[in-house]
């Protein structure tokens, strides 16, 4: 029965051919995809913005925020229930309001959104309170070294150290992309840590607690690294986001 | 002749032995999980719904990672590695038959497998390859330089949003053709599909058959 298929095969090889032609694009890709992606990306962001369809929103081209969310689903305060707590190693605990944040001075910030997997969205505006300015109005005690971050969604949690969190460039962020921070993006508040990817920059932000140690936050318990640096410990050496 | 006149009656032809549809079955669950989860993690008015993208994440790399294991535990039989070798192999008739408008005529000799078969096969299990190693670079934050991760995500993204396409595809095909969809199943085909549309195929099987019974 397998004489005549075994004998001499027939044809040609071209299965094989296809699998190693396309695991070379593969290749190819990982190594040369950054580049492709800014010029795909630069030539399709015109015609998704008019796209009445929302359908080459789809089209995976890295560019535009991807929601994550490690809940199930996560309550919508009305914006008058928001309240932000800032506790734990601090002379004055205090519960902000939005309205509280809203008249606190804010800060502009133009950077990319950088994910650790990969993807960023170039050129990012946010608008909100620095942390360090929360952080002076709660007045840390000596004890204090670290920040841990807390989310309304009852899961996540982010931290920093005290120096970290004193950055300029890490904000209380209430408005994204020149509107209210949305729901889907972690509003009304949430974190945004520009030097560091974006698994620091919490969302759904409900307390800031004041620890005399750093304490891992949800994705560093699960392997990734504690100091996000975008950059340094990662291979961008371009360093956009800080 | 002396032949029944009732076709019906011929015992059916062995299209498919158990290690060829036991690797189809388990690639065909982990793919569709894989891909499933993937649309979870991929569409943002999905992922809403869903959420727990840890659980969802760790369902779907999983059986990423699980892919290759009826693949390559199929090597083990020499039936399943004679399948390969066909689905390998192009002959002119193949490039004849992709061009063809009246492919399904039977004016050009198929074997066992067609070459839209051969090409799905060939293509699939390059994909796979791919997925796995851009997974993997999106997944080992450590190893790879961060514009390797951004690349991979790229090619991943496109790759699986081709094999869905593909998976679509695959499976349109076998819903319209009840008997090769029960053969991944039963393993065998009735004579009369097998001369329509695997003629050569037929032809060479029966021929066998009739020298030693099958079985």
Same mark, same amino acid.
């Given at each position: 029965?397998?004489?005549? =298929? ?64 490690? =809940? ?17 190693? @601090? ?58 971050? =807390?989310?309304?969604?009852? =899961? ?15 904000? @209380? ?19 945004? @840590? ?35 640096? @975008? ?12 | ?18 290690? &060829? ?17 993937? &649309? ?37 039989? &020499? ?137």
């Amino acid at each position: 029965m397998a004489s005549s =298929t075994n004998s001499a095969p027939e044809g040609a090889p071209v299965g094989r051919r296809v699998v190693l032609g396309l695991l070379g694009l593969g290749a190819l890709g990982i190594v040369g995809g950054a580049r492709l992606q800014d010029g795909l990306s630069a030539a399709l962001a015109p015609l998704q913005t008019r796209d009445p369809t929302g359908l080459l929103g789809l089209l995976p081209l890295g560019n535009s925020f991807r929601y994550y969310s490690v =809940t199930g689903g996560v309550d919508r305060p009305a914006a008058a229930d928001y309240r932000l707590a800032v506790s734990g190693l @601090v002379d004055r605990p205090v519960r902000h309001t939005l309205a509280d944040l809203q008249a606190m001075p804010q800060t502009d910030l133009v950077r990319d959104f950088q994910c650790v997997t990969g993807w960023r969205v170039p050129e990012v505006p946010w608008v909100g309170v620095r942390l360090a300015h929360l952080l002076d109005l709660a007045g840390p005690t000596a004890g204090a070294t670290a920040v841990r971050f =807390t989310s309304f969604d009852g =899961t996540y949690t982010e931290s920093l150290t005290l120096e970290q969190a004193r950055r300029p460039d890490v904000l @209380v962020a209430l408005q994204l992309l020149g509107g209210p921070v949305s729901h889907d993006h972690g509003g009304p508040a949430r974190l945004y @840590v520009a030097p560091m990817y974006g698994y620091k920059s919490l969302k759904w932000l409900s307390g800031i607690e004041l620890t005399a140690d750093v304490v891992p936050g949800y994705w560093e318990d699960r392997g990734y690294s504690v100091d996000g640096w @975008v950059g340094s410990s990662n291979g961008r050496s371009d360093d956009p986001t800080s | 002749m002396t032949r029944p006149a009732d076709p019906a009656s011929e015992p059916e032809l062995l299209r498919f032995g158990r290690p &060829a549809r036991w690797v189809h079955g388990a690639l065909g669950v982990l793919m569709l999980i894989c891909l499933g989860t993937a &649309a979870v993690l991929y569409i943002g008015s999905l992922q809403v719904l869903v959420g727990h993208r840890r659980a969802v994440e760790l369902v779907h790399v999983w059986c990423g990672y699980a892919l290759p294991v009826p693949l390559l535990s199929g090597l083990l039989s &020499a039936g399943y590695r004679a399948e390969l070798r066909r689905l390998n192999r192009f002959t002119g008739h193949d490039w004849r038959w992709l061009r063809s408008r009246t492919r399904r005529n039977g004016a050009i000799p198929v074997g066992k497998f067609n070459a839209g078969q051969k090409l799905n096969a060939s293509l699939s299990t390059g994909a796979i390859g791919v997925l796995l190693g851009t997974g993997i670079v999106m997944q080992a934050t450590d190893l790879a330089p961060l514009s390797w991760r951004t690349g991979a995500t790229l090619v991943h993204d496109w790759s699986a949003l081709a094999v869905g396409l593909l998976v679509v595809g695959h499976s349109w095909f076998a819903v319209n053709d009840p008997i090769a969809l029960r053969s991944l199943r039963t393993g065998t085909v009735t004579r009369r599909w097998a001369r329509s549309q695997h003629g050569a195929w037929a032809a060479e099987v029966e021929e066998a058959v009739d020298e030693t019974p099958l079985r």
